[in-house]
């Protein structure tokens, strides 16, 4: 089983986020993309490298889109799995994917759960939105994919936003399904700055931006409660402070 991994700069959970893919899938070839980074990244690949053997490092200075379409050309099983820099898998994460894939699926997306969300109300209205978001948008978090189902596919190479959006639109397009599930998951370690008031706001603007009309009543609406959350986990971390 090949996997995709983009990074650039990523050294602050790449480590953990690299065991946890070879504990929990069957390596053939990690092939990781590099957008020529400046912090401990690259030195982290090549510890993986001299420990494994099976580690292919390519490099792109173009966007999220110009470097997943270069880990896909150079796949070369049956699936592969994009796996974020910054997620930990969960146990077991190939086990439980593979036993949701049928001959009409294209891939299997294991939902994204944000670390530190511990309230189990919250936590169980993070998971309906996520699981919606993904509806509109997709996402490659951790996504098994059906090589057939995107062996010709053309990502434009100025896509930096949404090109997780044209992968999926692309797979349903060839006639696939994509199955979205629980388990498995992934635990994101999103950076310090998407915790910020600013940071949330200006990624809910990017997705925005960049989003379809037809999608953006829907977008603005799933964007805001994370927003909202930001909200709500930096007002309770004053409190506790």
Known sequence: MDVVVLTKNSERVL?????SIYRNIPVNRLIIVD???TDNTLRIVEKFKEKYGNVVLLMDNGTRG??????????ATEWFVFVDSDVVLCDKWFEKA?????????????????EGIK???????FLKITRKIFDLRGGTHD???RRDAIKDINIPKDLHVFEDAFIKEWIEKKGYRLVAAYNPYCIHYRPPEAWTIEGSIRILIENLRFGTLRRLPKLCMAYAFYT??????????????
């Open 119 to 125: 309230h189990p109300i919250v936590l169980k209205l």
């Open 15 to 19: 480590e953990k986020c690299l065991n």
């Open 143 to 145: 996504l098994l994919v």
């Open 35 to 37: 957008g020529y980074s």
């Open 66 to 75: 110009s470097a997943r379409m270069k880990g896909i050309n150079q796949t």
């Open 98 to 114: 593979k036993n949701l894939v049928k001959e009409d699926v294209g891939g299997v997306w294991g939902i994204e759960i944000w």
């Open 228 to 241: 909202v959350y930001v909200l709500y986990r930096s007002l309770f971390k004053k409190i506790k402070s």
